[in-house]
Nanobody, 123 residues
């Protein structure tokens, strides 16, 4: 089992920045590819970003490309999502995910999920 705990969410004005963190425990963190998804009220969960186990490859949804950056610190068992130039449409609950097989954009592929952290961007 892998336990994931997100933090760093909050309320920010449009154009502002937030940095989400996800602390992992339970298994060898560096074995897992990590992802971030989000879900806004009344909408389906959607892919945001993913990073391979080594951090060597990253992937982004088109909607966040150039504004968000995913990174990881395997020594601290933590993955980050730096979010800049935030827009009201970024408002959602953000979830951290982990999977041992690959860094994909499909939420069905991920085995472990955190509880989520709320991000609210005001206009």
């Amino acid at each position: 089992q892998v336990q994931l705990v997100e933090s760093g969410g909050g309320l920010v004005q449009a154009g502002g920045s937030l940095r989400l963190s996800c602390a992992a425990s339970g298994r060898t963190f560096s074995n897992y590819h990590m992802g971030w998804f989000r879900q806004a009220p009344g909408k389906e969960r959607e892919f945001v970003a993913a990073i391979t186990w080594s951090g060597g490859s990253t992937f982004y949804a088109d909607s966040v490309k150039g504004r968000f950056t995913i990174s990881r610190d395997n020594a601290k068992n933590t993955v980050f999502l730096q979010m800049n130039s935030l827009k009201p449409e970024d408002t959602a609950v953000y979830y951290c995910t982990a999977d041992i097989e690959g860094a994909t954009m499909n939420f069905d592929d991920y085995d472990y999920w955190g509880q989520g952290t709320q991000v609210t961007v005001s206009s």
